[in-house]
């Protein structure tokens, strides 16, 4: 006999399969290695390996037009973020992907350059 709530029960386990199967039963990297904020694109000169699954061609793809973080490869492709560092590590470490570390934040600037800056456009400017 079947229950309306299977369709339902159906759905929410092949959720959960799915990353599974996209990271090979892997295990979550530590945070060290990757953060929301890395940046990957491809490399210039990918290596000849064996073909690509779908989601990890469809993660190449979107770095193809320059630097991406992994945050927004994440929203572009609505996986887990886990299983996004997951591809992505994997990626690297092939030479499929080249990362780099997010740009650091600025330092605070001096408030007397600062007035400097503004004397000198209110002079330039009124």
Same mark, same amino acid.
């Given at each position: 006999? !079947?229950?309306?709530?299977?369709?339902?029960?159906?759905?929410? #386990? #092949?959720?959960?399969?799915?990353?599974?199967?996209? !990271?090979?039963?892997?295990? $979550?990297?530590?945070? &060290?290695? /990757?953060?929301?904020?890395?940046?990957?694109?491809? %490399?210039?000169?990918?290596?000849?390996?064996?073909?690509?699954?779908?989601?990890?061609?469809?993660?190449?793809?979107?770095? =193809?037009?320059? /630097?991406?973080?992994?945050?927004?490869? #994440?929203? %572009?492709?609505?996986?887990?973020?886990?299983?996004?560092?997951?591809?992505? =590590?994997? $990626?690297?470490?092939?030479? %499929?992907?080249? =990362?780099?570390?997010?740009?650091? =934040?600025?330092?605070?600037?001096?408030?007397?350059?600062?007035?400097?800056? $503004? %004397?000198? $456009? &209110? #002079?330039? /400017?009124?």
């Amino acid at each position: 006999m !079947t229950t309306d709530d299977e369709p339902e029960l159906e759905q929410e #386990a #092949a959720e959960l399969v799915r990353p599974y199967v996209i !990271t090979n039963g892997r295990d $979550l990297l530590d945070d &060290q290695e /990757f953060s929301l904020i890395t940046l990957v694109t491809v %490399h210039p000169e990918p290596p000849r390996t064996r073909p690509l699954d779908p989601e990890r061609l469809s993660v190449l793809d979107l770095c =193809s037009g320059g /630097f991406l973080s992994i945050a927004e490869i #994440a929203g %572009h492709t609505r996986l887990p973020m886990g299983v996004v560092k997951i591809m992505v =590590s994997d $990626l690297v470490h092939e030479g %499929h992907l080249c =990362s780099r570390a997010p740009v650091p =934040s600025a330092q605070l600037v001096d408030r007397k350059i600062l007035e400097e800056v $503004l %004397h000198g $456009l &209110q #002079a330039r /400017f009124g």
